[in-house]
């Protein structure tokens, strides 16, 4: 398992990987999804923000921090970045848009999603990168 994942950490296809996970999100939220299947669970849509925005968040922070020696202040801006990105995508939806709408409910499910992965990068950082280190 280390090794894995030292070769997805030390591979050059990571940013590239950021920034097509990155297209997809606006791709997905910017389009009319209402025909996708549902899960059937209280506050699906929510789910869907948080778990996308932790995803989006801890691929940045895994394709840049290598290349950080402030790691700590790079990984603030990258989160704070991707918070901005949320709320710019939401106004985006209200404005461009006919079938999706503003809801600062979504801004508060991605910016948690974005929290929970920053800490859970930051608590974990070291552990992944000694690994890679020692491979």
């Keep these: 398992m280390q090794k894995l994942i030292s070769?997805?950490?030390?591979?050059?296809?990571?940013?590239?990987?950021?920034i097509?996970?990155?297209?997809?999100i606006v791709y997905l939220s910017l389009s009319d999804i209402s025909g996708l299947p549902k899960l059937e669970v209280e506050f699906e849509d929510k789910?869907?923000?948080l778990v996308a925005y932790f995803a989006l968040t801890s691929v940045w922070l895994l394709a840049l921090t290598p290349y950080s020696s402030e790691s700590l202040r790079v990984n603030i801006l990258i989160s704070l970045g991707i918070i901005g990105f949320g709320i710019v995508i939401e106004i985006f939806q209200e404005?461009?848009?006919d079938y999706r709408v503003f809801d600062v409910y979504?801004?508060?499910?991605?910016?948690?999603?974005?929290i929970v992965s920053f800490l859970c990068f930051e608590l974990f950082k070291k552990r992944i990168f000694e690994n890679i280190n020692t491979n």
């Design 7 to 18: 070769l997805i950490l030390n591979s050059k296809l990571l940013l590239p990987f950021a």
């Design 20 to 24: 097509f996970c990155t297209a997809c």
């Design 47 to 49: 789910l869907y923000h």
């Design 95 to 97: 404005v461009i848009t």
């Design 106 to 114: 979504d801004i508060l499910a991605n910016s948690i999603g974005v």
